[in-house]
């Protein structure tokens, strides 16, 4: 075996490295992509054919932007990645530039850790009523890069089972207000009358209600929410990062 990772590996790694940069598990970048996490798995090491959309979602996911790309330097990014995955190139130019990619994103600085406040339990399962709190229980440590994104971003703690198995009871959520809102995003709301609750997003095709709200576990129900047909409520924000404990 060669002493130098092929090209493909090399760029998988990166993609591995952007993504742990972030903070995302693979199961976000699948969500974010609408392909499996083990295709994420394969992709990482350096194997499969992915679509150019699915690297220019990659980074978009792993930098907090909504496609299409509109940064320069990404978009070079994303060419440079397709020409090596899809088209199989291997050129000089393309060895350096991916050289010079790993180089700069392992030697950066690891991200300083900041703290958001978190404010209450939130239900992925039956809702139980529950009231606004203007005052955090506790802080928890996240990535710096996120608070710099939304210095109003907040932690809630997954209760139920509702969004099993890509949320699990005592998993903490970050959920950002700023963030722009795609189809098929995790987003925290609250809803009449079950109160704060975490589903997948999906703009509603129907003109009697703003958005449909819908599990993972496909034994619950999707909400309306709004309009003339849905319950009252609103959308707190776009969950960023999900915290484990394993």
């Avoid at 693979?26 to 295709?39: E, Y």
């Avoid at 991200?111 to 005052?135: I, K, L």
């Avoid at 907040?154 to 959920?175: C, H, K, N, T, Y």
């Avoid at 819908?214 to 969950?239: H, K």
Wanted: aromatic share 6%.
């Amino acid at each position: 075996m060669s002493e130098r990772a092929s090209i493909r590996q090399r760029a998988g790694l990166y993609l591995r490295f952007l993504r742990l940069k972030a903070g995302l598990e693979q199961s976000a970048i699948a969500v974010r992509l609408g392909v499996s996490q083990p295709t994420i798995s394969r992709l990482e090491r350096g194997c499969g054919s992915p679509e150019p959309a699915h690297l220019a979602g990659w980074l978009a996911a792993c930098h907090g932007l909504p496609l299409p790309l509109a940064d320069p330097v990404l978009e070079g990014v994303s060419r440079l990645l397709a020409d090596i995955f899809i088209f199989e190139e291997a050129t000089e130019l393309h060895n350096r530039e991916l050289d010079r990619l790993l180089s700069t994103i392992v030697t950066q600085q690891p991200r300083a850790a900041a703290e958001v406040p978190y404010f209450a339990d939130v239900a992925a399962g039956p809702g139980e009523r529950q009231e606004p709190r203007e005052t955090p229980r506790s802080y928890i440590e996240v990535p710096a890069a996120l608070i710099a994104r939304d210095p109003q971003a907040f932690a809630l703690r997954i209760v139920g089972d509702s969004m099993q198995p890509l949320l699990m009871e005592g998993d903490i959520v970050v959920v950002s207000p700023a963030a722009v809102l795609f189809e098929g995003c995790l987003v925290a709301a609250y809803v009449e009358p079950d109160g704060d609750v975490v589903k997948r997003y999906l703009p509603c095709r129907r003109r009697d209600c703003e958005a449909l709200l819908r599990s993972s576990n496909p034994a619950y129900a999707d909400i309306l929410l709004g309009g003339t047909e849905g319950r009252s409520g609103r959308v707190w924000g776009r969950v960023l990062l999900c915290q484990r404990e394993l």
